[in-house]
């Protein structure tokens, strides 16, 4: 009787060593592909979870389909819709006919439900405004909420 591994050559051994790696190399891809898709499934339920009704998403951007400023309970109901500008607290913002902000009427909307009254400032006077009061806004106006972020609709 005669010993299996003294029967096979070195370039025999060399070659089934060869096979084994290149096997062992697929079955980790394998694996690292496998992890891969379950991380992002569990992302892709994560962020259904995270879906609220009532709201479309137009490039990249979320907008409330309802665009009532006060629920039916009186409180604020906050939304964004197309065409709103969001401004950011101590961001000075031009008002321009060739900007995104445009002259004329605008509702001041607050962006957090709990803010009833906030301050902004037109031009060099800073004053309070109330949820869903109006403004008018002349070309070359800057504008910039001081306490916290604002909708203009």
């Not at 299996?4 to 370039?11: G, R």
């Not at 906050?78 to 006919?97: E, F, H």
Request: with cysteine; net charge positive.
């Amino acid at each position: 009787m005669t010993n299996f591994l003294l029967s096979i050559s070195t370039s025999e051994i060399l070659t089934y060593s060869l096979y084994a790696l290149a096997g062992l190399v697929v079955l980790l891809c394998v694996i690292v592909i496998i992890l891969k898709a379950r991380k992002r499934k569990k992302i892709r339920d994560e962020q259904k979870t995270r879906e609220v009704e009532g709201v479309k998403e137009q490039n990249n951007v979320r907008y409330s389909e309802d665009a009532t400023i006060v629920d039916k309970n009186g409180d604020i109901n906050v939304t964004l819709v197309k065409n709103d500008i969001v401004l950011q607290p101590r961001k000075m913002v031009t008002v321009s006919t060739r900007g995104p902000l445009k002259p004329g009427k605008w509702t001041v909307l607050s962006a957090y439900g709990n803010e009833e009254k906030f301050n902004i400032r037109i031009g060099l006077y800073v004053k309070e405004y109330k949820h869903g009061q109006e403004i008018i806004l002349a070309e070359g106006d800057e504008i910039c909420p001081t306490s916290t972020t604002i909708i203009l609709r």
